[in-house]
């Protein structure tokens, strides 16, 4: 089935300075420049069409993963703090207007995240292990109400998307 996929070769591969490991979270902005995350660095990028590379946000203490674009233009950053919890935040493109939607106190352990059509986000919380199904799914209102938990009891929960109508996790 997977051999029926569209694929595109990539033609150059394009170092990304003082990144050590991970990259992540891949979305394109409304003028189709690539934002994406260096987990360890603490950074969200951009990739422009002239494959420059610039600095889109330096989150202090905080490691993004996953991203998800609005339809207001704004990006969401789903981001762990290294001490096994983290924060959603909110910024626009070019990195100004950082604010926290889900603060640390809330618990969860963000990893990945996808909006709704109304503008809510569906967070994946990343904690557990094998052994250890704490993690889970959850819910933001779009009007910033409390986390509310859809799935409960995952185990490193990573990757969330919801069907093309939005009636799918």
Do not use: H
Request: glycine fraction near 16%; hydrophobic fraction near 45%.
């Amino acid at each position: 089935a997977e051999s029926a996929l569209p694929t595109t070769i990539v033609g150059q591969l394009i170092a990304v300075p003082g990144a050590a490991q991970d990259l992540e979270g891949a979305v394109f902005d409304r003028d189709g420049r690539l934002l994406f995350s260096d987990v360890q660095g603490g950074r969200v990028l951009r990739l422009d069409e002239g494959n420059r590379i610039a600095e889109v946000a330096k989150l202090d203490g905080l490691m993004p993963a996953g991203l998800a674009l609005a339809r207001d233009g704004r990006f969401f950053i789903a981001a762990a703090n290294g001490r096994g919890g983290g924060a959603v935040l909110a910024m626009q493109p070019d990195g100004t207007g950082l604010r926290k939607v889900v603060p640390e106190s809330a618990g969860l352990f963000p990893n990945d995240l996808v909006l709704d059509a109304a503008g809510g986000l569906y967070v994946t919380d990343c904690r557990g292990t094998v052994g250890d199904s704490s993690g889970g799914v959850w819910y933001v209102p779009p009007d910033g109400a409390a986390p509310v938990p859809v799935v409960r009891n995952l185990a490193v929960a990573n990757g969330v998307a919801l069907s093309p109508e939005g009636r799918r996790l």
